[in-house]
Structure formats: structure tokens, C-alpha cells
């Protein structure tokens, strides 16, 4: 498969087609399957298909990683926390309703860190600190535990279940767990207003198509 934007955003329209049509369910699952093994590691990826993650971190000093350009936003190694998280407080908490995989198995002590929310509400201060003292293998073996459930999830769901919206108790749950900061309220509202459809679409494929590409631009640019 070809990994170009192009490319992706035509797969992506044959995805969202594909979770409309209750005939087309498990046609829908495959491409879901396919495109979200792409934007994690060659563990997950499908056979024949390039992972996206694989030629970021290869040859990538762990300085490199931490670091933020001037006048830059973030870095690589908060990209991949950033994705991480999204993906985990989505497809457990409010796909399957299902504890976070950050507070099981002690992966805050692993990777170092004392955050435990998405990042979105970070301003450039907490970016750093998190970039200099995160646990880049242990953040590495989050996401693939991540990346693991919802390709675990996803198997147990009927068609009916795509078009139900996020469950609001399960949206108030994130706020109550910290996931979420009240500053980045608006990302809430957001979830609130998908199908489970659409929680398929955005974020586990395409979000870390998008910030996977931002990746690759901050570690060719240096």
C-alpha cells in the first residue's frame, strides 16, 4: 500500500462509506484493520503494508526526540505521547467503556511522567518537561499496548452499535478521570457529537495519520 496523503485520504473515504452500510460491516472492520495497523509499529502492521511509525524512530537520536524547533510547538517524543493517549482514552473509555490502559500495569511509573492527560490543553513549558523526562521505550511499549485494543474492540462490535453516539456518561467519565483538562472542553463536545463510526474514523486512523506525518516533517527538517 501506498503511504501518501493522497492515497490515505481516498482510503479513508472508502472506510467511512464502508461503516455506513450495515451490509458492508465486515468489509468496514478489514479496512478499519488495515489502516490502523499502518500508523502503528511493523507489529501491527498488515502484511505487505508499510508501518508509518517504523521510519520516524529509525536512526532517531533520543536528543532529537525530545527536542522542540524554535519557534516549534512540539516534539517527536510528545507527538507519539499525544497519539497515545488520544487513542487510549478513545477507544477504552468511550468505545468500549473500558478502563484506561495508563492507569493498569503501572505505565506512568514506566515511562516517568506524572501527566496522565491528552496533552491538548499543554502549553510550550509542560511540552518540554514532558519531552526531557518521558521514558521513550516504555512510551514506545504504551502505544503498542494501545494500539493492541482497539483491534481487540473493534472484532466485538455489530453493526447497530456503529451508529449509536458516545455514550454522555462515558464522556464525563474522561473529565472525571483528568484525561480530558477543562481548558480543552471543546474536545469533549467533539467527541460527543460522533457515532462510534465516527470514533473509528477520528482518532485512531486518521489523527495518527496526521500527526504521524508531523513527525516525519520535524525529523527530516532536524
Known amino acids: 500500500m501506498n503511504p501518501d496523503r493522497k492515497y490515505w485520504n481516498h482510503q479513508q473515504q472508502v472506510l467511512r462509506e464502508a461503516l455506513t452500510r450495515s451490509k458492508d460491516h465486515a468489509r468496514a472492520i478489514e479496512l478499519f484493520l488495515n489502516q490502523h495497523g499502518m500508523v502503528h509499529s511493523s507489529e501491527l502492521a498488515p502484511a505487505g503494508s508499510p508501518s508509518l511509525e517504523e521510519p520516524i524512530w529509525q536512526g532517531l537520536t533520543d536528543a532529537a526526540a525530545r527536542r522542540i524547533a524554535p519557534k516549534g510547538e512540539h516534539s517527536i517524543a510528545w507527538i507519539f505521547w499525544?497519539?497515545?493517549?488520544?487513542?487510549?482514552?478513545?477507544?477504552?473509555?468511550?468505545?468500549?467503556?473500558?478502563?484506561q490502559l495508563i492507569l493498569q500495569?503501572?505505565?506512568?511509573?514506566?515511562?516517568?511522567?506524572?501527566?496522565?492527560?491528552?496533552?491538548?490543553?499543554?502549553?510550550?513549558?509542560?511540552?518540554?518537561?514532558?519531552?526531557?523526562?518521558?521514558?521513550?521505550?516504555?512510551?514506545?511499549d504504551y502505544r503498542l499496548a494501545v494500539g493492541r485494543r482497539p483491534r481487540e474492540i473493534v472484532l466485538q462490535l455489530v453493526p447497530e452499535q456503529l451508529k449509536e453516539k458516545v455514550q454522555p456518561k462515558r464522556l464525563q467519565q474522561v473529565l472525571a478521570e483528568g484525561a480530558v483538562e477543562e481548558s480543552a472542553h471543546g474536545l469533549i463536545d467533539y467527541w460527543g457529537g460522533l457515532t462510534l463510526a465516527g470514533l473509528l474514523l477520528m482518532p485512531p486512523t486518521r489523527h495518527n495519520f496526521i500527526h504521524l506525518n508531523e513527525a516525519m516533517r520535524l525529523k527530516t527538517r532536524g
Open 82 to 99: 499525544h497519539i497515545a493517549r488520544i487513542e487510549d482514552v478513545t477507544m477504552n473509555l468511550l468505545l468500549a467503556g473500558t478502563p
Open 105 to 140: 500495569e503501572g505505565w506512568l511509573e514506566r515511562m516517568k511522567v506524572t501527566e496522565s492527560d491528552t496533552g491538548n490543553a499543554m502549553d510550550l513549558a509542560r511540552i518540554a518537561r514532558l519531552s526531557a523526562a518521558v521514558n521513550l521505550a516504555a512510551l514506545r
